[in-house]
C-alpha cells in the first residue's frame, strides 16, 4: 500500500482538474459589464453550481450579492459531531489587459514550459479546482471528515464588497470552525506557505481644479497655474527622496520579524530592469508587508498622441493607499486625505473622493488549525517545513468573516506565487502546486478533524 495514498488519488486526478480548469478559464468572468458582458460572470456562476451539485453538496445556491453579482454557496455535510470549514475562492477574474501581449488566448488554458496559462488559472479559478481535487480524494480514501461550506465570490477583483455586505446580512450561512482562504500563494515555487497577514487598502480619486478651461501654452502659459503640473506635485509629495511612501501623520518605520524577501529573489520575481534601483527602505519584507505603500493607479490627462499646446485646467488621479496590520484604513484615510490637502500648491482646488476601503488583517498563528496546516504540508511538500509570510495584497472579505466569527480559526494559502503573474498578461498556474496543495488541504482537513476529537 502506498505511504500516501491521499497524495495518490490527487495525482490520479489531476488530468480532470486540468479539463475542468479549462472550462472555467474559457469564460471571460470579469465582473465589469463596461468590459464584459455580465453573462459570462453568469455563466461561469453556474458553472460553478454544477461542479458542487455533481459533488454531491446540499443547499447549492447562487446568491445575489448587493452589487449586482452572484456567489456561488454549497454545504456538504460532515459525520455527527465534526467540526465545519469553509473553503473560499473567487470566479471572477481581472481583465486581461492587453490582449496582444499573451503569447496564448487569455481565455483558452494553454500549456507551455510546464504551467498553465490563462486569465484566473491561478487568481482564484485554480484555488476552487483545488478544493473540489482536496475533496475528491479525501472520498476516494473513506470520505470527508469534516463538514464543508464552500463559497465562490463573484466580484472580489472589483473590490465592490457583494459577498461581505450578504454576509453581514446572513451572519450563519458562512460560520464555520475553521475557514480556508484559497485565494493567497506560496512565497516561491516549492515552499509550502501560509499567509499572515494583509495590507489593508484606501482607494481615493483626486481632482485638482485651477482655471475655467484650457488655455494657449504659447499666450498664457509661465502665469496660469497649470492643473496638471499641480496635480504632480500633489502625487510626487507622497515619496521620499529615495521612494519610501510619506504621508503626513502615518508611521513609515516598522519592521518584519517573519520569513525574510532576499533583494535578488524580488528583483527577478518583480522584473526589475538592470540598473533601476528599488524604492524605499529597510527590508523587502518590511516595505511590503509591514509599512505603508501608495501607488497612483491612473491619471486622467491628454494622452501624448494627439495632444494641443494647452495650460490644462483640470486633473485627476486615482491613488491607492495600501496600509499595515496594526493600522486603521479609517484614520490612514484621513491622513491622506490631509495630505492631499496639504500639498496642493498655489491655492489651486483639490477634491477627493474615497472610492474603496478594507481593513487589514493578522491571522492568529498559533491556533489548531495552523498547526494540522503545518503537519499537512510537511507530508504534500517532503524536506519543507511551513512558511509564515505577509501579503501585500488586501481581501476585505478576511475582515469582514473574523468580525462575525471571532472565534474562527482562518488560514490563507493559494496559486498566487511569483511566476504566476497574477494581474498581469501571462498569468499562469503551475501544475506541480496545485497537486501538492490540493494534498496539503486534503490531509489538512483530516489533520483539523483529529484536533477536534475529544
Not at 112 to 135: P, Q
Not at 143 to 156: A, L
Request: proline content about 7%.
Amino acid at each position: 500500500m502506498s505511504p500516501n495514498p491521499v497524495a495518490d488519488s490527487v495525482a490520479s486526478l489531476m488530468s480532470r482538474a486540468k479539463t475542468e480548469l479549462a472550462e472555467l478559464v474559457a469564460f471571460p468572468s470579469v465582473a465589469d459589464p463596461a468590459q464584459f458582458p455580465k453573462s459570462e460572470c453568469e455563466a461561469a456562476a453556474r458553472w460553478v453550481v454544477g461542479a458542487l451539485e455533481s459533488e454531491g453538496f446540499q443547499d447549492v445556491a447562487l446568491l445575489d450579492t448587493p452589487d449586482g453579482t452572484q456567489s456561488v454557496y454549497g454545504y456538504l455535510p460532515g459525520p455527527a459531531g465534526a467540526p465545519t470549514v469553509l473553503l473560499y475562492a473567487h470566479y471572477d477574474v481581472q481583465p486581461p489587459l492587453d490582449e496582444a501581449a499573451w503569447i496564448s488566448p487569455p481565455f483558452e488554458l494553454t500549456e507551455r514550459d510546464g504551467r498553465w496559462y490563462g486569465r484566473g488559472a491561478a487568481d482564484c479559478k485554480g484555488g476552487f479546482i483545488m478544493h473540489l481535487t482536496a475533496l475528491r480524494a479525501l472520498r476516494a480514501n473513506g470520505g470527508v471528515p469534516v463538514g464543508v461550506k464552500v463559497i465562490v465570490e463573484g466580484s472580489e477583483e472589483q473590490g465592490t464588497g457583494g459577498l461581505q455586505q450578504y454576509a453581514e446580512a446572513h451572519p450563519e450561512l458562512l460560520a464555520a470552525d475553521a475557514i480556508v482562504i484559497g485565494d493567497a500563494g506560496n512565497f516561491r515555487v516549492g515552499l509550502p506557505t501560509v499567509t499572515a497577514t494583509l495590507r489593508g487598502m484606501t482607494l481615493v480619486r483626486v481632482q485638482v481644479d485651477t482655471l475655467g478651461g484650457n488655455l494657449h501654452s504659447g499666450m498664457f502659459g509661465g502665469a496660469a497655474p497649470d492643473a496638471l503640473a499641480a496635480l504632480i506635485r500633489v502625487l510626487d509629495s507622497m515619496r521620499a527622496e529615495d521612494g519610501s511612501t510619506v504621508v503626513d501623520g502615518l508611521a513609515t518605520d516598522a519592521s518584519w520579524d517573519g520569513l525574510q524577501y532576499p533583494e535578488q529573489d524580488f528583483r527577478a520575481d518583480a522584473r526589475v530592469l538592470d540598473g533601476v534601483g528599488l524604492i524605499g527602505s529597510g527590508t523587502v519584507a518590511d516595505r511590503l508587508w509591514a509599512r505603508p505603500a501608495v501607488t497612483v493607479l491612473g491619471i486622467d490627462c491628454p494622452p501624448v498622441v494627439g495632444a494641443t499646446p494647452s495650460v490644462h485646467a483640470s486633473a485627476r488621479a486615482l491613488v491607492s493607499l495600501r496600509v499595515p496590520p496594526g493600522v486603521d484604513t479609517t484614520e490612514a484615510n484621513k491622513a491622506l486625505v490631509s495630505h492631499l490637502e496639504a500639498h496642493t500648491p498655489w491655492g489651486a482646488r483639490v477634491t477627493v473622493e474615497q472610492v474603496g476601503q478594507g481593513q487589514p488583517f493578522q491571522a492568529d498563528t498559533s491556533s489548531p488549525a495552523y498547526a494540522s496546516m503545518a503537519r499537512a504540508m510537511e507530508v504534500a511538500y517532503p524536506g519543507q517545513e511551513m512558511q509564515v509570510a505577509g501579503m501585500g495584497g488586501s481581501i476585505p472579505l478576511c475582515n469582514t468573516l473574523t468580525e462575525l466569527y471571532p472565534g474562527t480559526e482562518m488560514l490563507l494559502i493559494g496559486l498566487s506565487e511569483p511566476e504566476a503573474q497574477i494581474h498581469a498578461v501571462n498569468e499562469s498556474v503551475s501544475p506541480q502546486e496545485l497537486e501538492r496543495l490540493s494534498v496539503a488541504e486534503a490531509l489538512f482537513l483530516v489533520n483539523y478533524a483529529e484536533s477536534k476529537k475529544v
